[in-house]
């Protein structure tokens, strides 16, 4: 790749080539850089509206990454800046209690019933997971985590063990640094196979302390748990005396205006939170029924604290976001449309160039796989798709003002900002990129 490629511009190839000399990678996050799609220069973003991104050579992006499903209201909603704002001007920073954690952890308790009897704020999906998983070992007295291939929940050691997204994208499925010691606390199952997680909970449960689970999963594409999947996993779960946590960092407030268990009929011991409620500021949390939650410090002897913990702006925002999904009765509707045009989309012009796909849509969120198998269900169908196909559809998609995620294990989501207007020039574009991919 060369700066004379086109996919970005010169100002673009400019701060890249700083940046590689000063950020590690030239990132702070490596699910940001474009070495899973063939490297080169990122667009370096100047600024944000609504469905687009503008870089830094003036071109304009409709974006589909959405900053990797933190955000479902698009970008820079004057009515959400507004609150933060206001709150900015009370101080930024308290280092104590105040009223705006209150009213969150309220409405909260509203919107995520029972799973919310008792929560924590959190500065990040990472910390909330860390210590729901610190709060099941604790309740239990039991150490070892369950989990499933290929998806992630965060970047501390215990998880890092069989992640996906970024740590996929980069083939590091297993980081470096892990203790022996924590991986022997961890067990990775193949999504979506009931009987393996019954059999393993039978011979292994008096030992587990809790299944953690994305309900639907976010981070190897979007991939939905098939009928009694979540079901036969608690029941089995529960049988054990485990305690099941649903990570629902990318799921809650994507599918409706809390979390998305209901709406697939199990409910779990603990939930965990983070990304959308922030409204773009950084967020995370964790709840459940008192009786568990009390087990954390001050009350319990689970610790956990945090500096930024609760901060004022990420409240206002939190508030202000919550009261626009809630009031906006046709938003998800609206997002469900959008979505399906996309998807079929999608489907049909890959029909129309002779490019074997499949296609996971749920409300906003919408993934296309490069596969010639019939179904993707689980980490493997997604490992065993083209990951040189998706690269060349990234780029020609990129070349043409469309931001996807730069790797095949993330989601795509329209914002309530994209409109049908956004969604025909994607349509467009994938026209062209679909006959990119069947000519390479
Ligand atoms: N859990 C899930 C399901 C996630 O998708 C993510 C982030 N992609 C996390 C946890 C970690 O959240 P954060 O990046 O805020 O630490």
Redesign the pocket.
């Known amino acids: 790749t060369r700066p004379s490629d086109g996919i970005v511009g010169p100002g673009s190839w400019s701060l890249h080539r700083r940046a590689i000399q000063a950020l590690v990678g030239g990132v702070n996050s490596p699910s940001r850089g474009l070495e899973a799609v063939g490297g080169g220069a990122p667009p370096y973003i100047a600024r944000a509206d609504g469905a687009y991104l503008f870089d830094v050579d003036g071109r304009a992006y409709v974006d589909y990454v959405q900053a990797?499903g933190a955000l479902i209201l698009g970008h820079a909603r004057p009515d959400l800046r507004e609150a933060v704002v206001r709150a900015l001007e009370r101080g930024v920073l308290f280092g104590a209690c105040h009223e705006m954690e209150v009213r969150l952890a309220e409405r909260l308790q509203v919107v995520m019933g029972a799973m919310c009897e008792r929560v924590r704020f959190t500065a990040?999906?990472?910390e909330a997971?860390m210590t729901a998983v610190r709060l099941a070992r604790a309740a239990t007295g039991r150490r070892l985590l369950v989990k499933f291939a290929g998806s992630?929940?965060?970047h501390f050691d215990a998880v890092l063990v069989g992640a996906g997204?970024g740590a996929s994208t980069l083939g590091l499925d297993e980081s470096a640094g892990i203790p022996d010691g924590v991986k022997a606390d961890v067990a990775t199952l193949p999504y979506n196979d009931a009987e393996t997680a019954e059999r393993f909970l039978r011979e292994r449960g008096d030992e587990v302390a809790c299944v953690l689970v994305?309900p639907i999963v976010?981070?190897f594409g979007l991939v939905e748990p098939e009928p009694g999947f979540l079901q036969r996993l608690a029941r089995a779960a529960r049988r054990a005396g485990a305690l099941v946590i649903f990570?629902e960092?990318?799921t809650a407030f994507r599918f409706g205006p809390g979390p998305v268990y209901p709406q697939l009929g199990v409910e779990p011991d603990l939930i965990t939170f983070?990304?959308i409620l922030g409204g773009g500021l950084p967020i995370?949390g964790y709840g459940g029924r008192r009786a568990i939650m009390e087990q954390v410090a001050p009350v319990g002897p689970v610790y956990q604290d945090g500096t930024w913990a609760g901060h004022p702006l990420s409240m206002a925002s939190a508030l202000a976001t919550l009261e626009i999904l809630t009031a906006e009765t046709d938003l998800y509707p609206r997002l469900g449309r959008l979505g399906q045009a996309l998807a079929q989309g999608v489907r049909d012009l890959a029909a129309r160039h002779g490019v074997p796909v499949v296609v996971h849509q749920r409300g906003g969120a919408v993934c296309a796989f490069f596969t010639r198998e019939p179904e993707v269900r689980d980490f493997g169908g997604v490992q065993r798709s083209d990951a040189r196909a998706f690269a060349t559809f990234f780029r020609s998609m990129l070349a043409r003002g469309i931001l996807l995620p730069p790797s095949p294990y993330e989601v795509w989501y329209v914002s309530a900002a994209h409109g049908e207007e956004e969604i025909d020039k994607t349509l467009q574009a994938i026209d062209r990129a679909m006959a990119d991919v069947a000519r390479a």
């Open positions: 990797f990040s999906g990472t997971v992630y929940h965060g997204s994305e976010g981070n990570d960092v990318i983070g990304k995370g």
